[in-house]
């Protein structure tokens, strides 16, 4: 059985779409944010900052 803290904040995982592979491990609120994830980070592969976006 799930937590409620779980259900509201799940563990996603941001893949970079440079290609590399290189990944984040991060939570989202599902309350704010039902959509996939796409944020701006860097991706220290290519040394630059690129778009990781939501896998689930």
Same mark, same amino acid.
Request: aromatic content about 8%.
């Given at each position: 059985?799930?937590?409620? *803290?779980?259900?509201?904040?799940?563990?996603?995982?941001?893949?970079?779409?440079?290609?590399?592979?290189?990944?984040? $491990?991060?939570? +989202?609120? *599902?309350?704010?944010?039902?959509?996939?994830?796409?944020?701006?980070?860097?991706?220290?592969?290519?040394?630059?900052? $690129?778009?990781? +976006?939501?896998?689930?």
């Amino acid at each position: 059985m799930a937590t409620k *803290r779980a259900d509201l904040r799940p563990i996603i995982r941001m893949v970079s779409t440079a290609g590399t592979g290189f990944t984040y $491990v991060t939570r +989202k609120n *599902r309350r704010n944010d039902p959509d996939r994830l796409v944020l701006r980070k860097y991706d220290p592969v290519v040394r630059r900052h $690129v778009e990781f +976006k939501e896998s689930r």
